[in-house]
């Protein structure tokens, strides 16, 4: 069963350093890139970084480049985000989520993570 | 980064028929394939269309997607109370290198 689990999300003061992560099993991890995408509270969905299967590049949102960084361990089918100089307006629901095609990284992802929420507030 | 543009909302009864637009332009819907997911409150994003015009196997076939130029339209017909949800269209930008969300849908079945 095709799983994606996030995790390390919680309330933290704004400026701080955060690191989430993407436990995933099911698949075969190392041959699909992925995706991170958020959800503000009673806001859309906006996109935020995908990295390449084998973690040589990576694409990020605008509104988050030179703040998060997103990386991953093939040998523990593992995502990561990592975000900086937290904001209050990265405060949202944060999923991973997987594309529909391995190899593929523009298109549709098919399977999501229940997410993890980061609130950002002193 | 701007979104793709859809209605905030639309509604409609039981058994009718809804189109949701989706409109971008060349550097996205216009060279790339469109995506669109639903949201049911509290829940993650479930995909319903991909490649355009393409469904997943467990999405009935009521939904349908299309695609001309730099515009997508996702169609529900015979429509459902379990249909009433958040949508989303989604395409790639050639110019952002980056995912683009529209704004999304939510639609009431009224």
New interface residues.
Partial sequence: QVQLVESGGGVVQPGRYLRLSCATSGFSFSTYAMHWVRQAPGKGLEWVAVVWFDGSNAYYADSVKGRFTVSRDNSRNTLYLDIKRLRADDTAVYYCARPVIRGKFKDAVDVWGRGTMVTVSS | ?S?LTQPPSLSAAPGQRVAISCSGSRSNIGN??V?W?Q?LPGT????VI??NVQR?TVIPARFSGSKSGTSATLAITGLQTGDEA?Y?C?A?DNN?????????TKLTVL
Avoid: R
Avoid at chain 2, 44 to 47: F, M
Avoid at chain 2, 96 to 104: D, K, P, T
């Fill in positions: 980064q979104a790339n394939y995506s997911y949201q993650a994003p479930k995909l991909f490649d997943p958040d989303y989604a790639w952002l290198n980056a995912v683009i969300f529209g704004g999304g």
